[in-house]
């Protein structure tokens, strides 16, 4: 991409930025309006995408049986993700399936529709996709291409925590994720380091769109993870993407610390936490770190990062993400700082070991009705 005409145009940022901002952490020479803008262009364009893949719901159709299971990848609240092998290709992919019975049971019919048709359009570089989609009597089929380095949650607790510059060059990744769903008019809702898979380039894929949705104005479901759930959702005001800006600082900072800022046994006093705003800082935390994270971790919507008239420059251009190159780092051209060890395309040693589960069966199709729109 570049860069016309920008020396004007980010001069005039610096000015702005020395009158409202604290100088001392943004650099004056940084992502500029006018990359900003040729990149929203790009923007605009994946997101055009996004809606003619949803308005012509085209996921490819497959079924169950072209697909060999061989292992538990990870399990969550409504579902089993497994590696599995295409008999016709020998690909290798993840597949998530998901209990009908579950979802109907807890009340979440919609958010796995909205599941498959944001996984059937998303396209860019740090987040997953839908390959193929089907159902049976049971169970509903998600199938993703496989990333085989694991959740950046096994890196993290292996490690204890990540150096700053690591930290820096995951959370860009995110930011430049969020930034893209956002685009799209998406809220993401559930980002953990859980969720955040490791490729074998060591870049990041965000995974799990089972919490996120379209914004048609503001929305107000509770759902995420006690840890990372913004003040204003535990609040139940109408919220938007603002959510996810509080919490990538909720993740700038657990991947620095080891552990999250607001935390407790209870999940009503980390809410009490969150909602004060309140958080220790780790003496080691550099003072760019404590910086971003006072303006992100902001219970006032109206002040926080990613929320503001500059948007995501706020980010771009902080201190703490100078060494970032944000069109390297969009085209992997940047050394990835942890590379996983991947023997195979089918090596599952990067992810937790799960006991095999008996699957169910039904003669019958179970929740015909209320699936019929998948
Ligand atoms: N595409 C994938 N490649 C490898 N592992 C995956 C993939 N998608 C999910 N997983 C694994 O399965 C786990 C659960 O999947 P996820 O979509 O997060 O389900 P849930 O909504 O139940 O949390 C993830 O945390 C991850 O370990
Ligand atoms: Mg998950």
Redo the contacts with the bound molecule.
């Keep these: 991409m570049t860069d016309s005409g920008s020396s004007h145009k980010s001069s005039s940022l610096s000015k702005m930025a020395n009158e409202d901002k604290n100088e001392y952490f943004f650099t004056a020479s940084g992502y500029s309006p006018t990359k900003q803008e040729a990149y929203n262009l790009y923007l605009r364009k994946l997101h055009e995408h996004f809606v003619q893949i949803w308005n012509s719901n085209s996921a490819k159709v497959s079924s169950p049986e072209e697909f060999l299971k061989i292992k538990i990848?990870?399990?969550?609240?409504?579902?089993i993700?497994y590696?599995v092998r295409k008999q016709d290709t020998g690909k290798y992919y993840?597949m998530?399936m998901l209990e009908k019975e579950k979802i109907f049971r807890l009340k979440q019919i919609e958010h796995s529709l909205y599941e498959k048709k944001i996984l059937s359009g998303l396209n860019f570089p740090f987040v997953?996709y839908l390959k193929y989609f089907f159902k049976d009597n049971v169970y509903l089929y998600y199938v993703?291409?496989?990333?085989?380095g694991?959740?950046m949650f096994t890196h993290l607790r292996k490690m204890g925590k990540f150096e700053e510059t690591t930290a820096q060059f995951y959370a860009a990744q995110v930011l430049l994720a969020l930034e893209y769903l956002h685009a799209c008019d998406l809220v993401y809702r559930d980002l953990k380091p859980?969720?955040i898979?490791i490729d074998p380039n060591g870049y990041i894929?965000l995974?799990?769109f089972?919490f996120c949705k379209i914004l048609k104005g503001r929305t107000w479901t509770l759902c995420g993870t006690p840890e990372y759930l913004a003040p204003e959702i535990i609040l139940s005001k109408g919220y938007g993407t603002s959510v996810d800006w509080w919490a990538l600082g909720v993740l700038m900072y657990e991947m620095s610390a080891g552990f999250p800022p607001f935390y407790a046994s209870d999940p009503m006093m980390i809410y009490e936490k969150i909602v004060h705003g309140k958080y220790k800082v780790p003496s080691h935390f550099s003072s760019e770190l404590k910086h971003v994270l006072s303006h992100t971790l902001e219970t006032d919507i109206s002040k926080r990062y990613g929320n503001l008239k500059d948007g995501v420059l706020d980010f771009k251009n902080h201190k703490w993400f100078k060494s970032i190159d944000w069109e390297k780092l969009l085209i992997n051209r940047v050394p990835a700082p942890i590379v996983p060890k991947v023997k195979s395309p089918c090596d599952t040693s990067n992810?937790d070991h799960y006991e095999d589960q008996k699957l169910k069966e039904s003669d019958k199709c179970l929740f015909e009705d209320e699936f019929s729109d998948f």
């Design positions: 990848l990870g399990t969550g609240a409504f579902g993700v590696l993840a998530k997953v993703l291409p496989f990333i085989p694991g959740e859980e969720n898979l894929k995974t799990d089972g992810f």
